[in-house]
């Protein structure tokens, strides 16, 4: 060392001695390598001598040898100021570069190495370590945190991290290479350890909590990270790509054997068990590999620079429960065939793909603080995978209540979801979930006027055997099936449906009956199926001999009761608290049935005989009734046309054919009322319902025949210039065309043409119904309308191009739309139905017109309003109209004069 | 055009050839129902005019009758009841009042 030094060594004492508390270092030399050194007050009583360097054995060295050695020792540990920029260029290049560039590289003179010798010996020799430690910390506020922290901000995540922890391992580099190299060793084992730890722990509280990397930035990134890497080893974006390439799959199975996969529907395909196995743990793509690498290393250079540990750890936690999440979601949605193997797959999948990720990562960031950790820990138990296992089951639950509805529609193909239910739906909380938002569900997809009845009724069905499978005792249904039960009370068509499915004829073939759009088939077959079962368990409540006998579950409702939850029909038919509407329903249908003209009725009749037995027979003797009259009749029917020698032409009339005239005669009193539309029969048709009263007359004495035309089938033939048409068609469209006959047998004469009016009142028809029948005819392309209103035999057909179309006009377009006339026709005789529908609703008006002119005359004057809700009060078994249709109806009666009107209130005119 | 009925399916109601909306004086159920304890009206549950006027359902008036109190008698006008029909049914219908009328009276006696 020069000797200038030594004055400076004594200029530096004199200045310490005055201004010892002051942070600045003390300038040392021009030199290349200016060393700060931090104010330390032991050093600045000391000296250091040159000559006693070589002494380091000295137990007391004099201040001045201290001094020395210092200065020496700090010097060369210094790390210079060069700036963050200096170490991102550095990044790549070569590692000698690098070092020189922060001197690092070049070994210390003996000298230097001396006084490194001699400070570390000292009894404080915790000091030159101390010294270190602030001396990182200074040299990383002043040189990298700014730069960090712009590194940090910066706005391309991709990659980012890694960059980041790069640096901080290049740093950790620049701070610890001479400690490793020069200093550590000349400490014995224990201090060594000790003493490295402590300047790392240093080097990682400056990295973790200094303000360059504030860690909700960092944790940021650190999930991204782990989601992008997790997703891939954990086999989620496989599945992703998967259902997007679904159709490849299948075939792709065949040329590539035991892929690894972690797909649901695949591992169900495979037929062993030690194949499943395999698939998951053998045979890793390529890229997973590649990420579970890529992550590894990450996660190596973070625990290594400090942004391991603890907080990361929780971030690992973070991503992998939404990675469980993810997975499920991703691999089970739309799996529900059965049997469930979800369970398993998911048990598989979470012990081998799932635990085995987190032990490789816990590996590297759940170090405790003293570096290694015992051999036998254990970062993963067995219980730890169990509880990974039931919040991942967890989520199948949550999945597969949030498609609960869609699972229903399937049914029956979607059993196996109900068996993952039944896994989930275990204590009350997720029982009371599972009601909950299921009800949500229904109300906001299936009970609105968007959806028919017949759907959903259909669901119901659904509902009631799918909850049956998941829950005996029936707590869940009954829960469920409230809010449904109380939308399709307010249905006016619910009965409808129902007893349609009932009556409705079962598939010939046996086959499982398929419900369509219309009706409900299946409820026939359930009927037949399920009557033996129900009649058994019968008040099972009050069995006190049951040993098997359990309480109702603790979120039973209070009024519940064990109903025959598997029984549909008996949930169907106690929709309604009376069986009258069912019976009234069953009636009408009964009778629209009954009045086609079938060989049989054994449907009919079985229906009825089971319906007995939940019924009562009291309740369906109307039924019965109407059945026994249409037996009766076919009975009778031969009779009276042995007699009245209606079953062979007459001999003496044998030139004339007359038509086959069958009855069925009922008793009125027990048939729903029937629409009466009258008309005139066909004059031979009168003659022959004559003769036939009077062979019945004879037959039951005292007793006499009303002929309701307008029900009954006909088979006509009608005989044009250039055809033969055949066809079945009720009674009032063969009137209609019976008028069209021609009047003689000579061919030449004009087709027959008339207006709708003349044909009203030659058949004393209600005209909507006569232009339905014409409507009719003209879809069968017997009739056509040359001018509105006005129809006429069409007796040749045209010949396609050929046709005239001067005197056809409106007809031309009716050679491609039969379909289309035919709907017009529909829609003629709907519009004839209603009308007559109306009429008799009027009529039923008119009674209660009785009620309303006594209330006016007694209590003056009064609103609608109040009509309505008296009329409601008093008339025996309710109001049946709405306020618009009374409106309606009293506004005739204003017409008619009978009603005024004044201020909002009716009056009887006096 | 020649329209030919093939066949000619009709409906039609029967109804006793009474007076519309005429009820049983004893069960005041239409003719056209029948009485309480009948399943199926019309052969099964016939019905019995009497000479005065009023007729009520067989099995109403059978029950009546074989009644002490009943006297044989009408219940609604106090007439002696007689079945009204052609000879022979009132013949049958008469001899039925008879031994009605004899038990009663061996049950006086």
């Given amino acids: ?910 | 055009m020649k329209v030919t009925f093939k066949e000619w399916n009709a409906v039609a109601t029967w109804r006793w050839d009474m007076p519309d909306d005429d009820v049983c004086g004893i069960c005041r159920v239409q003719f056209d129902g029948t009485c309480p304890t009948c399943k199926f009206p019309g052969d099964d549950c016939a019905l019995l005019l009497g000479k005065c006027g009023h007729s009520f359902h067989m099995h109403c008036l059978m029950t009546w009758i074989q009644q002490e109190a009943s006297k044989g008698l009408c219940p609604m006008c106090r007439q002696k009841f007689e079945w009204k029909g052609n000879e022979e049914d009132g013949n049958a219908t008469q001899n039925t009042q008879d031994t009605a009328q004899d038990t009663t009276q061996e049950i006086q006696v």
Wanted: proline share 5%; charged share 25%; aromatic share 8%.
């Fill in chain 1, 1 to 910: 060392m020069p000797p200038t030094s030594t004055i400076t060594t004594s200029r530096k004492r004199v200045f310490n001695s005055v201004f010892s508390a002051s942070p600045a270092p003390a300038p040392f030399s021009a030199t290349d390598n200016p060393p700060l050194k931090s104010i330390d007050p032991l050093v600045t009583s000391r000296s250091f001598d040159d000559s006693q360097l070589t002494e380091p054995d000295e137990l007391v060295p004099d201040q001045e040898t201290w001094d020395r050695a210092w200065d020496a020792a700090t010097a060369f540990l210094a790390v210079p100021d060069r700036g963050f920029a200096a170490l991102g260029p550095f990044e790549d290049i070569d590692e000698e570069v690098f070092l020189k560039r922060w001197n690092r590289y070049e070994r210390p003179s003996r000298k230097t190495a001396d006084a490194m010798g001699f400070l570390v010996t000292q009894e404080q020799r915790g000091s030159i370590i101390d010294w270190y430690g602030q001396e990182i910390r200074r040299h990383f506020l002043k040189n990298f945190r700014n730069g960090l922290f712009d590194l940090l901000c910066h706005p391309e995540k991709e990659g980012l991290l890694q960059r980041v922890v790069r640096c901080l391992e290049l740093a950790r580099r620049i701070y610890f290479t001479r400690l490793a190299e020069y200093i550590l060793p000349l400490l014995d084992a224990s201090e060594q350890e000790r003493t490295f730890l402590k300047l790392h722990r240093t080097f990682h509280h400056m990295v973790a909590y200094s303000s360059a990397l504030p860690w909700d930035h960092v944790s940021a990134l650190l999930n991204r990270e782990f989601t992008k890497e997790a997703l891939t080893i954990l086999g989620i974006n496989s599945l992703k790509e998967e259902a997007v390439h679904d159709d490849f799959s299948v075939d792709e199975d065949m040329e590539v054997d035991r892929e690894f996969s972690v797909s649901y529907r695949r591992w169900r395909e495979e037929p062993s068990v030690d194949a499943r196995t395999e698939m998951m743990t053998e045979n890793e793509d390529a890229e997973v590999i590649a990420a579970r690498d890529r992550l590894l290393s990450l996660l190596n250079g973070l625990q290594l620079v400090g942004l391991g540990g603890d907080k990361a750890q929780k971030v690992f936690a973070g991503v992998m429960n939404s990675m469980m999440i993810e997975f499920v979601l991703a691999a089970y949605p739309g799996q529900w065939e059965g049997p469930s193997l979800v369970s398993q797959h998911l048990r598989h999948w979470v012990e081998n793909v799932f635990a085995r990720l987190v032990v490789q990562v816990l590996a590297i960031i759940n170090v405790p603080e003293s570096g290694s950790k015992l051999s036998d820990h254990l970062d993963v138990n067995l219980s730890d995978v169990e509880k990974w296992y039931e919040t991942g089951f967890t989520c199948v639950g949550t999945l597969r209540m949030r498609e609960l509805f869609d699972v229903m529609v399937e049914w029956p193909a979607s059993s196996g979801a109900i068996d993952d239910l039944r896994r989930f739906t275990t204590n009350p909380a997720t029982r009371l979930y599972f009601t909950l938002s299921f009800a949500s569900v229904l109300c906001d997809r299936l009970l609105h006027p968007g959806a028919s009845t017949v759907e959903i009724l259909q669901l119901y069905i659904s509902i009631i055997r799918a909850l049956n499978l998941l829950d005996p005792k029936g707590v869940l249904l009954d829960r469920v099936a409230r809010p449904i039960r109380r939308y399709l009370r307010d249905r006016d068509d619910t009965v409808k449906v129902i007893v349609g499915g009932l009556l409705a004829d079962p598939d010939a073939d046996g086959q499982p009956a398929q419900s369509t759009g219309e009706t409900l088939v299946e409820l026939s077959a359930e009927l037949t199926k399920a009557h033996q079962n129900s009649l058994q368990n019968d008040g099972g409540e009050l069995d006190w001999n049951d040993m098997n006998w359990m309480p109702d579950p603790v979120d039973a409702a209070p009024d519940f009761r064990k109903s025959k939850t598997a029984d549909v029909i008996g949930s169907l038919i106690s929709l309604f608290d009376s069986k009258e509407t069912f019976v009234k329903e069953m009636q009408n249908m009964l009778a629209e049935r009954l009045l086609q003209k079938r060989a049989d009725y054994v449907q009919e009749m079985s229906v009825l005989e089971l319906l007995k037995l939940r019924f009562g027979d009291n309740a369906l003797q109307a039924c019965e009734v109407m059945m026994r009259d249409i037996f009766d009749s076919r009975r009778v029917n031969g009779v009276i046309r042995n007699d009245q020698g209606l079953a062979q032409p007459t001999p003496d009339e044998p030139a004339e054919e007359i038509p086959d005239l069958h009855a069925k005669i009922l008793s009125h009193f027990f048939w729903p009322d029937i629409q009466e539309q009258m008309f005139k029969v066909p004059e031979e048709i009168t003659t022959l319902q004559q003769r036939y009263s009077t062979g019945f007359e004879s037959l039951k004495p005292s007793r006499k025949l009303t002929w309701l035309n307008n029900l009954g089938q006909v088979t006509v033939e009608l005989d044009l210039d250039d055809r033969v048409f055949v066809d079945e068609v009720t009674t009032w469209q063969a009137a209609v065309i019976y008028a069209f006959q021609s009047t003689s047998p000579n061919d030449t004469q004009p087709p027959i043409t008339k207006t709708l009016e003349q044909l009203t009142q030659e058949l004393q028809m209600s005209t909507p119904l006569v232009r339905s029948a014409c409507l009719f005819w003209i879809s069968k392309r017997i009739l056509t309308e040359p001018q509105r209103e006005t129809y006429r035999v069409l007796e040749t057909l045209p010949s396609g191009e050929n046709e005239p179309g001067t005197d056809t006009e409106p007809n031309t377009t009716d050679t491609n739309d039969d379909t289309s006339a035919a709907a017009a026709a529909d829609a003629a005789a709907a519009a004839a139905a209603k009308e007559s529908a109306e009429a008799a609703a009027m009529e039923k008006m008119n009674l209660y017109w009785q009620f309303i002119v006594g209330m006016l005359t007694n209590q003056g004057a009064m609103p609608l309003q109040q009509i309505v809700m008296m009329l409601k009060m008093v008339v025996p078994g309710g109001f049946p109209f709405s306020n618009e249709e009374l409106r309606e109806f009293l506004a005739g009666m204003v017409s008619k004069g009978k009603l005024e009107v004044s201020g909002g209130k009716y009056k009887i005119v006096q």
